[in-house]
């Protein structure tokens, strides 16, 4: 199947400091991506939408200012979060949809492994 | 809005016995997608099954089937033959046909298997 990776898979950082997350599609193209946040034995939260060639739509009550996405290519996607306090600690994660079948109705979506933030 | 409820925020089986999961969900549009997620501890989002709203025949993947009540908006798990490996987090998610690509999680629900 379709592999999406993250990088890195943790990550430790000062107070105001930014950090980059990178969301990658391994072997397929992805026009969109998806980010989310995860607490602790919590369900997934959608965050933003990644569009490649356009601006990120987020969802309600993210901070585009603070949490900045960039689709620089078909196959990448990163997430800054920037002057990080230690509430941003969290579980990053990624997805990417591979479209198959007549006219692409069916899409399967591949999440990436996860990236472990913690702020000091 | 749409809405996907796990009622169970935990569930246990006996190894080889079979179990079922409920989720429930909210929504106005008449073509999306059903899932079932599985998160095991190394935190790797998985895919265990899959169901197209239009399609009447329930989504079956050797041990893993769904019982789709899309009338109930009701859309369950069962998982047969319970191995150990099957003790993880399991997520319903709900995505409509027509707007995105966007997922939306229910709560999950973690599963244990006794040995």
């Known amino acids: 199947g379709a592999v999406v990776s993250q990088h890195p898979s943790r990550v430790i950082c000062k107070s105001g400091t930014s950090v980059k997350i990178e969301c990658r599609s391994l072997?397929?193209?992805?026009?969109?991506m998806f980010w989310y946040r995860q607490f602790p034995k919590k369900s997934l939260m959608l965050m933003a939408t990644?569009?490649?060639?356009?601006?990120?739509?987020?969802e309600q009550g993210v901070e585009k200012d603070k949490f900045l996405i960039n689709h620089a290519s078909l196959t990448l996607s990163t997430l800054t979060v920037t002057s990080a306090h230690p509430e941003d600690s969290s579980f990053y994660i990624c997805?990417?949809?591979?479209?198959?079948?007549?006219?692409?109705?069916?899409?399967?979506?591949?999440f990436g492994p996860g990236t472990r933030l913690t702020v000091l | 809005a749409q809405t996907v409820t796990q009622s169970q925020p935990e569930m246990s089986v006996q190894e080889a016995e079979t179990v079922t999961l409920s989720c429930t969900y909210d929504?106005?549009?008449?073509?999306?997608?059903l899932f079932w997620y599985k998160q095991p501890p190394s935190r790797q989002m998985i895919l265990v099954i899959r169901?197209?709203?239009?399609?009447?025949q329930n989504a079956t993947e050797n041990r893993f089937s769904v019982n789709f009540q899309k009338a109930a908006k009701s859309f369950s798990l069962k998982i047969s033959d319970s191995q150990l490996g099957d003790a993880a987090m399991y997520f319903c998610?709900?995505?409509?046909?027509?707007?995105?690509?966007?997922?939306?999680f229910g709560t999950g629900t973690s599963l244990t298997v006794i040995p």
């Open positions: 998610a709900y995505r409509a046909l027509n707007t995105g690509n966007q997922f939306y």
């Open positions: 997805s990417a949809p591979l479209h198959s079948g007549l006219a692409g109705r069916v899409d399967t979506q591949y």
């Open positions: 072997d397929f193209q992805a026009t969109t």
């Open positions: 929504t106005s549009e008449s073509d999306y997608y």
């Open positions: 169901q197209e709203a239009y399609k009447q």
């Open positions: 990644s569009n490649e060639g356009s601006k990120a739509t987020y």
